[in-house]
């Protein structure tokens, strides 16, 4: 491993109006070491990130890059010296293609005229996507490509500008098992050519695999670092929270009340096939699979976004086909989706405002918010409950954290009172601290008569969560299993298809 500090933060501060996202912190990264940055939601990791590649100016503090102090005026700017970013949320252009994304900012020009040289660079992206095994069209327009492959073009485009510091801010958060593996084989390479990689997640497995060393921040503020080898999830999970957890998943015994939802030989074209199950109030069913096996189309299905094909659905026994989500909504069902920059949250819409949008109705008199303060109330009731972290309920959802934003959607749906609550990864960027406080809210609606479908690729959470599990395979229904029959095995080779056994009716 180097030993040479590439990059030296020193006493760096940065304040928003109302809160202090860093203060008088430290880092040192080294060449040739994977550093994790470690720290709840809100803790200031991205923020950080974006310090360091000129997204931010700094308010106070230092940064050196190869012994000299460097202040970047612009993330072109970071590029140039080497630095470069996959951000928390994505950062493309939905409406360029592959290859224009990757060139972005380091456009290649041929000639005495300097023109752009679009064969060149399309030859290069395509280099470039066979060195990651990517099986990617560079000329497709970035906004057709779902969710994880858009993270794997925004890790080519690292790779293609040779930088000597990597960062990954939350890089694994949408990718498939297979692609996380592939990312970390991308990550060994980089570090054996010398380069020093900044790691985030809220992952301690993929924090124990792929990083040598590791900085801790809490509420702003250095905490401490230390070789991964030489401490344990315990105790750097305390160096984070200032406490341990003793427990990620609630113990958990269903009253089923009647039927809820039946849904019968459900099918999608080109997305899912024929699926069936039935769901009871009180219970928790979890839908598992791989990235891509139809999972959130089912889900859209039920929600009304999306029609189906084929198959019915009924709904306290009668014959449900819901024509949209707002008809969702009103018939008692509430989906928490997966993209919340996209679905999920109003981004410039105060967190009061995003809250309160699905019973905006309920909480005013005739249409009119007559009383504010019944706003306010029901806000921070919910608020609370998911421990928002932010300068208050006032300021815009997107200067909340990435993990602080998907709370707020988990809140935005508590108090429609669902019958139905679907969950499209709900623990997606949540820290190790919150999750086992959204893991007991879960609990605590089912315990309510709530049904709930709960759609993680995380298969310890299924497994923690669920009372009977469903698992989907590139949109075939394998097998419905009872969490007591389930282990982690068996649910694996179900979703990647390695077993076909009679698929249960449940
Ligand atoms: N542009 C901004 N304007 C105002 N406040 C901001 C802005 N960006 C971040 N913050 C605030 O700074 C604090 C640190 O946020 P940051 O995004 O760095 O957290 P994080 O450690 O990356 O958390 P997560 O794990 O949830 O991604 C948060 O309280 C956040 O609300
Ligand atoms: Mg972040």
Known sequence: MGERALVEVRNLTKIFPGIRALDDVHLTLRCGEVHALIGENGAGKSTLVKVLTGVYTPTDG????????????????????????????????????????????????????????WKAMRTQTE???????????????????????????????????????????????????????????IVRS??????????????????????DYYTVYRDGQYIG??????????QIIKMMIGRSIDQLYPDHTPTLGQEILKVEQLSQLGAFKDVSFSLHEGEIL??????????????????????????SISFDGKRFEPKS??????????????????????????????????????????????????????????????????????????????????KVVLAKWIGTKPRILILDEPTKGIDVATKAAVHQFICDMASQGVAVILISSELPEILGMSDRILVMHEGRQMAILDASEATAETVMRHAIATVREEVHHG
């Open 190 to 211: 980089l570090k054996e050519a010398g380069k020093a990689i900044l790691f985030i997640s809220h992952k301690f497995d993929e924090i124990f695999e792929i990083c």
């Open 62 to 117: 230092t940064i050196a890059l190869e012994g000299s102090e460097v202040s970047f005026k612009s993330a072109i700017d970071a590029q140039q010296a080497g630095i470069v970013a996959i951000h928390q949320e994505a950062s493309m252009f939905p409406e360029l293609s592959v290859t224009e994304n990757i060139f972005m900012g380091h456009h290649l020009r041929r000639g005495r005229a300097r023109t752009l040289d």
């Open 127 to 185: 280099e470039l996507l066979a060195r990651m095994q990517l099986d990617i069209d560079p000329d497709t327009l970035v906004k057709n490509l779902s969710t994880a492959k858009r993270h794997m073009v925004e890790i080519t485009k690292a790779l293609s500008l040779d930088a000597k510091l990597v960062i990954m801010d939350e890089p694994t958060s949408a990718l498939t098992a297979r692609e996380v593996e592939d990312l970390f084989r």
């Open 225 to 234: 670092e230390g070789r991964v080898d030489q401490s344990s999830e315990d």
């Open 325 to 406: 989500a707002m008809h969702a909504m009103k018939a008692g069902i509430a989906l928490v989706p997966e993209d919340r920059q996209r679905q999920g949250l109003v981004l410039k819409m105060s967190l009061t405002h995003n809250i309160s949008l699905p019973v905006l109705k309920t909480l005013s008199a005739k249409g009119v918010v007559t009383t504010k303060k019944r706003e306010q109330r029901y806000v921070l009731e919910h608020g609370q409950q998911m421990e928002i972290r932010a300068a208050g309920y006032h300021v815009d959802a997107e200067t909340l954290s990435g993990g602080n934003q998907q």
């Open 286 to 311: 979890g839908l598992f699979g791989l990235v891509g096996a139809g999972r959130t189309e089912v889900a859209r299905t039920i929600f009304g976004i999306d029609r189906a094909s084929g198959g």
